[in-house]
């Protein structure tokens, strides 16, 4: 049974650059999609971004000029940098495993980190 | 990218049947069978309970159902439990590499 587990500092100040770890156990992070998704407090879920094993991303248009998602196999573990991040990005990050294929879906996921941007 | 359209709560009794919708439009939930569902509780992580539209994870209680028609998609869930209390969010595959989810429907069991 996979699971995920994300890391990362809890608060960062606006303006500056949001980077978080997903570490991948109990199953080899190759030949699936990995995702980050959001929830700011008290709200909906936000699909954010998407890396495949082999390097390629894809990201949500609103965030595309803000955010890189990246991977390093040797230690199982993707990552995401959001830069010039406001009080808008202050979220719980969650990271998921992509069944991408029939039908789509995000089928594990970390326990969620929470990021607030303050000064 | 617009977010998929869902009740904001719906609520029903222990034991009986309740049904959350979701809209969108024929590129995302219109689009074969890509619609998946899940279940959040409080400060947990949300849970796979539904996907493409009507299949269930192992593990996930054959209360729970899937189904689509058109552009909207839904979740029923009959003999209401306790522990069903929570939030629940449909999401779709959108297309060119990307998702979109609901904004999720609060279920009340009273």
């Known amino acids: 049974q996979v699971q995920l587990q994300e890391s990362g500092p809890g608060l960062v100040k606006p303006s500056e650059t949001l980077s978080l770890t997903c570490t991948v156990s109990?199953?080899?992070?190759?030949?699936?999609?990995w995702s980050w998704i959001r929830q700011p407090p008290g709200k909906g879920l936000e699909w954010i971004g998407y890396?495949?094993?082999?390097?390629?991303?894809n990201y949500t248009p609103s965030l595309k000029s803000r955010l890189t998602i990246s991977l390093d196999t040797s230690k199982n573990q993707f990552f995401l940098k959001l830069s010039s991040v406001t009080a808008a990005d202050t979220a719980v990050y969650y990271c998921?495993?992509?069944?991408?294929?029939?039908?789509?879906?995000?089928?594990?996921w970390g326990q969620g980190t929470l990021v607030t941007v303050s000064s | 990218q617009s977010a998929l359209t869902q009740p904001a709560s719906v609520s029903g009794s222990p034991g009986q049947s309740i049904t959350i919708s979701c809209t969108g439009t024929?590129?995302?939930?219109?689009?074969?069978?890509?619609v998946s569902w899940y279940q959040q509780h409080p400060g947990k992580a949300p849970k796979l309970m539904i996907y493409?539209?009507?299949k269930r994870p192992s593990g996930v209680s054959n209360r729970f159902s899937g189904s689509k028609s058109g552009n909207t998609a839904s979740l029923t869930i009959s003999g209401l439990q306790a522990e069903d209390e929570a939030d629940y969010y449909c999401?779709?595959?959108?297309?060119?590499?990307?998702?979109?989810f609901g904004g999720g429907t609060k279920l009340t069991v009273l």
């Open positions: 493409e539209g009507s």
């Open positions: 999401c779709s595959y959108a297309g060119s590499g990307t998702w979109v």
């Open positions: 024929s590129s995302d939930v219109g689009s074969y069978n890509v």
């Open positions: 109990g199953g080899s992070i190759t030949s699936y999609y």
């Open positions: 890396i495949y094993y082999s390097g390629s991303a």
């Open positions: 998921a495993r992509v069944r991408y294929g029939s039908g789509s879906y995000f089928d594990s």
